[in-house]
């Protein structure tokens, strides 16, 4: 007779526990961690899956010493094991980030089974001649390379910051640094924040190494599609995974090298539980592995740097561009001076001029505003009425082209008003400018452009992004329109110029990161320009010509820009100084909701240490959510403590789950990248 602890297959905070069952089946082959088993559970015996995360050769002794009957597991499934490794990383999840065992543990698990054969998502991808034979690295690129080739040899762990401008060269370091993996026949994953981005750099990979040598996992492709994929890599059919943040847990066994490119981005963290950090989850993992990770970025983000200051990460720099090109000039231009001297339109007198000699010399346009729709909010301007979501209580931009204002929370939509509802009103329009508005006047000013919008309105329907960016790499569009999906990691040889309509966007949202997301926006904007043969330029405009951040954006002074903002962390008693912890309290009764919150602050208080400070509760930006009133604590506290906190957090949560009166739901972010 044999033993396992097992996590059960039911989501709920009640049965978050490991249960010990008795094994006694013929094919002691299948026993083993990570397996997938049916076992009774509960009074009535329901047949349930679970997952078996610990071994005993004997029964566990209860903690009396009493002889304890175990149930038996009924069946092993044959087809589904997760490794150990996947194992260990999921239960250091459940405790880093207090999650579920089961969330942790289904990270791993493909979302179902394929029942019918589905179509290749990766059919139409072109591959490139030209990609498919290494380039010859520049003498920055084969110093880079040699450092990260001896962690591979070695097979020795190590996390690596790659510090490269844009149009450095990054992508060829990873690619010539994948192939020593796979030459030494181990595997590795690289990882993207955007599904925009995907395409570009799977066309790469597949070029270099062969369509059957990688398989890619992103949350666009269908559950079937994930699957196949995902039994791909667990079968050893590939070598390689490309993907997006969850591609982190492909069921590899023998993991080489792991890539985060433009490891500064926010989606590398998770906003639904298990609300893991995927630069945490990838050093993890490869730590088990003896492997290598390569943190790539022209604007790192600040933790990480303060990390390669302190010698955690080992900095690794890309200073000059491969084509031996400048870094593009950047001018800000002051939008206040433009009204005094009589210009209200949102395109500066510069920027509509540098817009023409692009276009007149055949050069592409690249134009970011990070705020979709038509305009930002819809108000009286007798009353000051603006339309609000009622779900979550935050205005809803405008969006012209179906006529409605839309929530980009929860995507409810409500026609725009004639008059307005509080008092009747005709004074009722739109204020802020969105990329639909930009797109409408740029039309109007350049009707010979070929132009076309890249925003999440404009590419609902399937391969319409890949489309948009394919006729703009092919110069069948002059000018590119868009959000953040335009800003960042594309490589077109043509585009001139890039303007940035407004600045101001990011630097005022009400977050301790907004300077160094202003500053990492504006740079990776400003790098989509010049990556041809010719130099590029950049136009910020600005109602805050004398930013620091934005005279360092323009300046490409990293280093300027991190010395001001570390100080400023350092001061304020930010991160990487300390860890915040965001604790979300919702219910349908809002009372209920804030009275309970306020009693989850109190008890906190008593229980954290001195130097740590219990703020709140307060009402945050997104006051609803699916129907749910929020309340949020947060817990700041200084680094090194997360164990104790967590402790701490971790018994509110299980208090949460004894009380009988209570809000409905709480949920725990740690160091979460929005406080809305």
């Not at 175990?70 to 499934?77: A, N, P, Q, T, V």
């Not at 999921?90 to 089974?113: D, G, Q």
């Not at 590398?268 to 609300?275: Q, T």
């Not at 329109?481 to 960042?488: E, H, N, P, S």
Request: charged share 30%.
């Amino acid at each position: 007779m044999k033993y396992a602890d097992i996590v059960i297959d039911n989501n709920t905070d009640a049965t978050d526990l490991c249960y010990t069952y008795a094994y006694d089946g013929e094919d002691e082959s299948l026993f083993c961690m990570g397996r997938k088993v049916v076992v009774p559970f509960g009074m009535h015996n329901k047949e349930i899956e679970g997952y078996i995360v610990k071994i005993y050769d004997k029964a566990p002794e209860s903690p009396e010493g009493k002889v304890i009957k175990f149930k038996k597991i009924k069946s092993l499934d044959p087809d589904t094991c997760l490794t150990e490794e996947a194992v260990r990383t999921a239960m250091w999840m459940h405790t880093r980030y207090i999650c579920r065992y089961i969330e942790a543990l289904k990270c791993f698990l493909p979302v179902s089974e394929v029942k019918r054969k589905t179509k290749d998502p990766f059919a139409d991808i072109e591959l490139s001649e030209a990609d498919s034979v290494p380039k010859e690295l520049t003498a920055e690129q084969s110093k880079v390379l040699s450092e990260i080739g001896k962690s591979i040899d070695e097979e020795k762990h190590q996390v690596f910051l790659l510090k490269g401008v844009t149009g450095s060269g990054k992508t060829e370091v990873y690619l010539q640094a994948m192939k020593k993996v796979i030459d030494k026949g181990r595997q590795g994953i690289i990882l993207v924040p955007e599904i925009s981005l995907t395409p570009q750099v799977v066309a790469r990979f597949m070029s270099r190494f062969g369509k059957d040598s990688v398989a890619v996992l992103h949350s666009k492709l269908t559950p079937a599609q994930r699957t196949v994929e995902y039994r791909r890599i667990e079968n050893g059919e590939v070598r390689l995974v490309i993907g997006a943040r969850s591609a982190v847990f492909a069921p590899f066994k023998n993991i080489g090298l792991i890539v985060l490119d433009e490891e500064h981005e926010t989606s590398y963290k998770s906003d639904k539980s298990p609300k893991y950090d995927c630069l945490e989850v990838a050093t993890k993992r490869a730590m088990d592995h003896g492997a290598a990770v390569v943190l790539g970025s022209a604007t790192p983000s600040v933790v990480d740097y303060y990390r390669s200051e302190k010698g955690i990460f080992k900095r690794i720099e890309l200073k000059e561009r491969y084509n031996q090109n400048a870094l593009p000039d950047v001018e800000i231009v002051d939008m206040s001076r433009e009204v005094r001297e009589g210009n209200r339109s949102m395109f500066s007198v510069r920027l509509a001029d540098a817009i023409e000699e692009e276009l007149r010399n055949k050069r592409q346009v690249i134009l970011f505003l990070n705020r979709r729709g038509y305009s930002s909010f819809i108000s009286c301007r007798e009353c000051g009425f603006v339309v609000k979501c009622g779900e979550c209580g935050i205005s809803m931009p405008y969006h012209k082209d179906e006529g409605v204002c839309e929530c980009h929370y929860c995507g409810r939509k409500v026609r725009l008003p004639k008059v307005c509802p509080e008092c009747g009103s005709k004074l009722i329009g739109g204020y802020g400018v969105g990329t639909q508005q930009v797109e409408e006047k740029a039309r109007e000013l350049f009707p010979e452009a070929k132009i076309e919008r890249l925003d999440l309105d404009s590419i609902r329907k399937k391969g319409e992004l890949e489309s948009t960016l394919k006729r703009f790499g092919k110069g069948k569009t002059d000018m590119l329109i868009g959000t953040q999906l335009v800003a960042k990691g594309l490589d077109f040889s043509n585009v001139g110029l890039v303007g940035i309509i407004s600045a101001d966007v990011t630097m005022n949202i009400p977050d301790f990161r907004a300077s160094e997301r202003t500053f990492q926006l504006m740079t990776q904007a400003a790098g989509r320009s010049g990556r041809g043969d010719e130099k590029g330029k950049v136009i910020i405009q600005t109602y805050s010509p004398e930013s620091r951040v934005l005279h360092s954006s323009a300046a490409h002074d990293y280093e300027g820009f991190y010395n001001d903002e570390i100080s400023i962390r350092e001061a304020s008693e930010y991160p990487p100084f300390t860890d915040i912890y965001q604790i979300l309290i919702m219910d349908e009764d809002e009372e209920k909701t804030k009275e309970y919150a306020e009693r989850c602050a109190r008890w906190l208080r008593k229980k954290v240490p001195e130097g740590t400070y219990v703020l709140g509760p307060a009402a945050p930006m997104l006051l609803k959510q699916g129907g749910l009133h929020r309340y949020q604590i947060l817990i700041k506290t200084p680094a090194g403590s997360r164990q104790q906190i967590s402790a701490i957090v971790r018994q509110l949560k299980d208090k949460h789950e004894e009380t009988k009166e209570k809000a409905k739901l709480m949920t725990v972010d740690i160091n979460p990248f929005s406080f809305t």
